[in-house]
């Protein structure tokens, strides 16, 4: 038989169990968040951003009457070494002592049997690297053209080819 | 039990060391502050935050011109961010684009491939590493402007209609419209877009000497004011040879849906600027001066002029003398001109600047 005042302690006892139990719960949520574990992928990520940047900045255009982006201009004409120019400075300018980031791009288009096929659009010139390879992609509008200069190109319609830009530090 | 519950809640305290030294945290704190910077136009949108008259009013600075276009920034809200005389370093910063509880330090710069385009903001970034870092390849806008030559001879068709029979008007008026229906449409995207409510409107008319009033009606009257070449004296009257030198602008005057927009027009205020033949002195609204080559007015959104989408503001130059003895204008410009879109027309007088790359790096740590 328990009485009246081992009742309350078991009362206060309970309470401040409970109190000890919530408290400890709070502490080990908001300290486990204090250990954010460090890993690669914070660079990967800065690589990625950086590269879609760069990809999304050339496929915008100056302004509102011009007829194609830098980045349509350049599949256009399959002009490789004007991309490569073109991205390369929106990378790696203003980037003194840091190593260059170094890419190559691939195309990929749709063949009229609804294959896909993959253009090297820009080979790499080293595959030499010690960061993990980052892909960057864009979807690339390209209006008809004729003649045809590249095999992703389409001299009866407008259609559009994937970009796929791989990116990696020396 | 107590001392337990105190000492078990000092814990976190001791753990604070750790979150100060792991640097991977400040990689994320400089990604989400540059995500801010270029992906989000601030907060408020509308007023924009630029346009506030003190910090309080701002939530958060973003550069943005719009949520629909990021990577692409505005040069007005650059302009604002740099201003250090309104934002105070380094809380305002750190309340409005850091974010966060702990103090970071932090420096954000933004170049193009001439430089730097607004001095960096922060401290200088340690030499010896340890923070965080991220690049962002943007997009800046300009400022986009009207040029109206007066000489040119589309002026008759397109920019302005000159009244070359009038002989019997003593003011002439000329009037600049905006069209907010078709300037803020929303098939144009944001980044092409012209907004005057946060935008300048900057008008520049040049070449006025072609627009003035040189038939015989004019040259055979008497005046009373000497704003001919050859006349020395008042009251006193002349046939003249020669053609009048300059034109007189009394008034310049905004019309929204065709009803005057009360503001104080003979002050002159920060929030606008005319200048009159490459004069650095603004005048005011009211300035009764003499027009030789040029008018240039900028109109600054932080006039707040009563503008939304759906309103016309019309902006009206009169050309009349300060006294009105003289019953003929001396200019003969007149009509109205609308700033709208080029259209590929090469008597276009809207200039829209191309948008151009920079980059944005923000070092937190």
Same mark, same amino acid.
């Given at each position: ?14 309470? +401040? ?10 502490? /080990? ?75 190559? +791009?691939?195309?990929?288009? /749709?063949?009229?049997?609804?294959? /896909? ?16 390879? /980052? ?36 | ?15 604070? #060391? ?44 973003? *550069? ?17 961010? =740099? ?6 370093? @380094? ?11 702990? @103090? ?17 903001? #922060?401290?200088?970034?340690?030499? *010896?590493? #340890? ?57 144009? =995207? ?9 935008? @300048? ?96 007015? !900028? ?33 003969? !410009? ?32």
């Amino acid at each position: 038989m328990v009485d009246r005042i081992e009742g309350q302690f078991y009362t206060m006892e309970g309470i +401040a169990a409970a109190v000890l139990m919530v408290l400890t719960a709070y502490l /080990v949520m908001s300290t486990t968040s204090v250990y954010t574990p460090g890993d690669t992928h914070i660079i990967d990520m800065q690589l990625e951003q950086v590269g879609n940047d760069a990809l999304k900045i050339m496929d915008t255009k100056y302004n509102v009457s011009a007829n194609l982006t830098d980045l349509e201009q350049y599949l256009w004409d399959n002009n490789s070494s004007g991309f490569s120019t073109t991205f390369n400075s929106l990378l790696n300018s203003n980037n003194p002592g840091i190593n260059p980031v170094k890419f190559k +791009a691939d195309i990929y288009y /749709v063949t009229g049997t609804d294959n /896909v096929s993959k253009y090297e659009f820009l080979p790499a010139t080293s595959y030499i690297g010690d960061v993990n390879g /980052v892909s960057v992609s864009r979807w690339v509008y390209l209006p008809r053209r004729s003649p045809v200069l590249a095999p992703y190109q389409n001299a009866t319609g407008n259609h559009t080819v994937l970009l796929e830009v791989l990116l990696w530090r020396d | 039990m107590l001392g337990l519950i105190m000492v078990a809640g000092m814990v976190p305290g001791l753990l604070i #060391g750790l979150q100060r030294t792991t640097a991977i945290d400040y990689d994320a704190v400089a990604y989400r502050t540059a995500a801010i910077l270029t992906e989000d136009p601030g907060w408020p949108v509308y007023p924009a935050w630029e346009l506030s008259d003190n910090t309080g009013g701002v939530d958060r600075i973003g *550069l943005a011109v719009a949520k629909e276009s990021p990577n692409v920034l505005s040069m007005a809200k650059i302009e604002k961010f =740099n201003d250090s005389s309104f934002f105070s370093y @380094p809380e305002d910063y750190r309340k409005k684009i850091i974010f966060g509880d702990y @103090p970071y330090r932090f420096n954000i710069s933004l170049k193009d491939e001439n430089g730097a385009i607004i001095p960096p903001i #922060g401290d200088q970034i340690p030499d *010896l590493g #340890g923070y965080g870092y991220i690049k962002r390849v943007v997009k800046i806008k300009g400022e986009s402007y009207d040029i109206l030559n007066l000489n040119s001879t589309s002026c008759n068709n397109t920019y302005c209609t000159r009244f070359f029979n009038e002989t019997n008007t003593s003011s002439q008026m000329f009037n600049i419209t905006l069209n907010l229906t078709s300037l803020l449409d929303k098939s144009i =995207n944001p980044a092409y877009q012209y907004d005057p409510r946060v935008e @300048p409107i900057n008008i520049t008319m040049y070449n006025f000497n072609t627009t003035l009033n040189c038939n015989d009606t004019f040259r055979t009257r008497t005046y009373d004011f000497p704003y001919v070449a050859n006349a020395t004296t008042w009251n006193d009257t002349y046939n003249l040879t020669s053609c009048p030198v300059s034109a007189n602008l009394s008034t310049v005057r905004f019309y929204r849906n065709d009803v005057q927009i009360p503001i104080d027009y003979y002050t002159t205020a920060a929030d606008y600027r005319l200048s009159i033949d490459g004069n650095p002195n603004s005048y005011n609204l009211s300035p009764h001066s003499e027009v030789r080559d040029n008018i240039s007015l !900028i109109i600054y959104p932080s006039s707040h002029l009563p503008l939304d989408e759906g309103t016309k503001l019309d902006i009206r130059f009169t050309f009349q003398d300060a006294y009105n003895g003289t019953p003929i204008a001396r200019t003969l !410009i007149g009509g109205s001109h609308e700033i709208a879109y080029r259209t590929g027309n090469p008597n276009d007088t809207f200039i829209q600047q191309n948008l151009s790359d920079a980059w944005l790096e923000v070092a937190v740590w």
